[in-house]
């Protein structure tokens, strides 16, 4: 491997069979090397953003709102609040005097004009630095207007995006058990850490329904204020982007009871699977009841069907790509598991998988399901990946906005599976929308005209 990490960063790569396992990951950006990390203000908002009969206001500069409006493709079969990004600008006299009053004043006129079902309030570097007490102007406004309203604590300078998420929990946690549980049956769960990007969650919603099993609230994607409220009341927290919301699962737990699960919808063995763990925890739990095993045969029946279904047209793609090869940067290492699996599904071989936020126990993971040869890395960069990339003569490269560039300078293929997508990647039709994507991004004729190995190579016919 081309020696291109500083030499701080040394411990945040591995290849697989090259040493013994021992990854440094979950640690702060390293100044100057250009990281792919965002800051904590931001993943604070890519958790709670989805909110959608929420306000959501951003207590500091306007760039700040900017770079995080409709950050993700979070779509909503309702209100449409979260669409809106609120700022309140805070100046080099706001930095001087304080912002408070600003802030009371913004809450007061947006509430009166939106209506919205609770507010969340996010601090900035700026509020941070300047000491603005957010806690007490929310106390206030709250009791003067009868609406939640809630601080974020998400000053971007106090760690990393993964400390985001945790505040994003903190602050969901102050709804969770102020709602009426009553109504809520006992085959119910949570769907915690699906943003609905491309309207996954309502297939997976759909997947539920099939199964028998009620869900109470969305976390967050399509995610409504007064469900949270009640999320406590369910039989089941199933976690899918454990980073994000595992935090608020365990802390459900410890005060209410509420045991979670993780699982991924992304490919056809573990959308399976989640579904088989979710009828398996209600049959444990209701050995004896003729609904705990309706669920169990209804699971079977829809995984049946849609295999079923779903098989035959992937063999198409299958043939086509066996032998390619690919590489996977993603913000949530869960995902890069199922990616790792959906690429072994339709035989491509995945040569470098790494994350933003992984931990120790998720690159073990990966290293375990890995070939030998496979780069892993944590919180990489543009020159790192660069290197990697050209090392390995990759075919494809599924990441995000940051990455798409990259992959585009090289002539390699590229797949968005980030949150600014616009197809569905997740449940059984997802995996058929990822190898279609994935071959047609590979075999496109464009490839002919850049300067790769892969352009003297004879393209299939097309399929389909």
């Not at 199922?338 to 790494?354: E, N, P, T, W």
Request: aromatic share 8%; with cysteine; charged share 25%.
């Amino acid at each position: 491997m081309e020696a291109v990490a500083l030499k701080d960063r040394q411990n945040q790569i591995h290849v697989k069979g090259q040493a013994p396992f021992n990854i440094t990951c979950n640690q702060d950006s390293l100044a100057g090397a250009v990281s792919q990390r965002a800051c904590v203000f931001c993943g604070s908002r890519v958790v709670l953003y989805p909110i959608a009969d929420a306000l959501h206001l951003v207590h500091g500069p306007i760039g700040c709102a900017v770079y995080t409006w409709d950050i993700r493709g979070a779509l909503s079969s309702g209100p449409e609040l979260h669409r809106l990004s609120f700022s309140t600008d805070l100046q080099e006299m706001d930095v001087i005097f304080g912002g408070e009053k600003k802030l009371r004043l913004a809450l007061l006129e947006l509430i009166k004009r939106h209506t919205p079902k609770a507010a969340f309030v996010y601090s900035t570097c700026i509020v941070g630095i300047i000491g603005d007490d957010m806690e007490a102007v929310c106390r206030q406004v709250e009791s003067e207007t009868g609406i939640s309203v809630i601080p974020v604590k998400s000053e971007g300078f106090m760690g990393n995006k993964r400390a985001g998420y945790q505040a994003a929990c903190d602050a969901m946690f102050r709804l969770i058990g102020t709602g009426d549980t009553e109504k809520i049956s006992r085959f119910s769960l949570n769907i915690l850490g699906d943003f609905n990007l491309a309207g996954e969650i309502w297939m997976i919603r759909k997947y539920y329904e099939r199964m028998g099993i009620e869900v109470v609230a969305n976390i967050t994607g399509d995610g409504r204020v007064d469900d949270i409220r009640r999320a406590h009341g369910a039989a089941l927290n199933v976690v899918q982007c454990s980073g994000s919301t595992m935090g608020l699962a365990d802390m459900i737990e410890e005060e209410y009871g509420v045991p979670s699960m993780r699982v991924s919808y992304f490919g056809i063995e573990d959308m399976s699977e989640a579904l088989y763990d979710i009828a398996r925890f209600f049959k444990q739990q209701y050995p004896d009841d003729p609904e705990a095993d309706a669920i169990m045969e209804n699971t079977k029946t829809l995984v049946q069907e849609e295999v079923s279904r779903l098989v035959p047209e992937l063999e198409q793609y299958r043939q086509a790509l066996a032998g390619k090869k690919a590489a996977i940067y993603v913000g949530g290492s869960f995902k890069a598991f199922s990616l790792v699996k959906a690429f072994r599904l339709i035989d491509m071989q995945v040569v470098l998988v790494g994350s933003q936020t992984g931990t120790k126990e998720d690159y073990a993971e990966l290293e375990a399901i890995t070939d030998p040869g496979t780069i892993i890395v944590d919180d990489s960069n543009p020159l790192e990946l660069t290197s990697f990339l050209k090392e390995k003569a990759v075919d494809i490269f599924v990441g995000g906005v940051k990455e798409r560039p990259i992959a585009y300078k090289l002539g390699i293929g590229f797949c968005d599976h980030n949150h600014e997508r616009k197809e569905a990647l997740a449940g059984f039709e997802g995996m058929l929308n990822f190898a279609r994507e994935v071959y047609s991004s590979v075999m496109s004729p464009v490839w002919r005209f850049v300067p790769r190995k892969q352009k003297t190579e004879n393209l299939p016919p097309a399929v389909g």
